[in-house]
T-cell receptor, first 114, second 113 residues
Framework: DTGVSQNPRHKITKRGQNVTFRCDPI?????LYWYRQTLGQGPEFLTY????????KSRLLSDRFSAERPKGSFSTLEIQRTEQGDSAMYLC????????????FGNGTRLTVT | SQKIEQNSEALNIQEGKTATLTCNYT??????LQWYRQDPGRGPVFLLL?????KEKRKERLKVTFDTTLKQSLFHITASQPADSATYLC????????????FGSGTRLSIRP
């Protein structure tokens, strides 16, 4: 178990640019989640996958956000035309499917939009 | 809509005392509730799960209770240590195995020597 890996750890970008983050889950986990977290808040749900299928996407998420999980392995989260309000920590987690399975989180990608 | 509330104020406890954190939920009937610990700059780490038919769960110095009538879970750390200082998050979960997991805002706990 090598844990959930996220890259990059930090990303600084100018407003209006596109950014892409990558998440490599624990290999035997078929469920993968993306969350966003700002200072003093809990993780905010963005979307999640069961294998390669995207099961749900937050209604709070604008069309500038898109996530993929080709072949049910790693996942990418892309933010187009970044805004300063997108500055946050983006967390990825994986778990086996099944009720109550605990999430295993990566250490996140911190995005700063200038 | 579903709402999860945790103590918004930081909790400061003297070392050796019991810390008690609260998680309240509304418009929700979770089948279970998970608790996580998060250190600054790191992702959350799973601690304990309690199911709706369980009143209490223990793991070493940790104890969790789940009261479906009050719609509340309490998280206790006994004999607290400075190393227990962190933010603690609760996450109620639904009956369906496909239900997403949503988190409360977390409570920051500080244990002073």
């Amino acid at each position: 178990d090598t844990g959930v890996s996220q890259n990059p750890r930090h990303k600084i970008t100018k407003r209006g640019q596109n950014v892409t983050f990558r998440c490599d889950p624990i290999s035997e986990h078929n469920r993968l989640y993306w969350y966003r977290q700002t200072l003093g808040q809990g993780p905010e749900f963005l979307t999640y996958f069961q294998n390669e299928a995207q099961l749900e996407k937050s209604r709070l998420l604008s069309d500038r956000f898109s996530a993929e999980r080709p072949k049910g392995s790693f996942s990418t989260l892309e933010i187009q035309r970044t805004e300063q309000g997108d500055s946050a920590m983006y967390l990825c987690a994986s778990s086996p499917s099944g009720q109550g399975e605990p999430l295993h989180f990566g250490n996140g990608t911190r995005l700063t939009v200038t | 809509s579903q709402k999860i509330e945790q103590n918004s104020e930081a909790l400061n406890i003297q070392e050796g005392k019991t810390a008690t954190l609260t998680c309240n939920y509304t418009n929700y009937s979770p089948a279970y509730l998970q608790w996580y610990r998060q250190d600054p700059g790191r992702g959350p780490v799973f601690l304990l799960l309690i199911r709706e038919n369980e009143k209490e769960k223990r793991k070493e110095r940790l104890k969790v209770t789940f009261d479906t009538t009050l719609k509340q879970s309490l998280f206790h750390i006994t004999a607290s240590q400075p190393a227990d200082s962190a933010t603690y998050l609760c996450a109620p979960g639904g009956y369906s195995s496909a239900s997403k997991i949503i988190f409360g805002s977390g409570t920051r706990l500080s244990i002073r020597p």
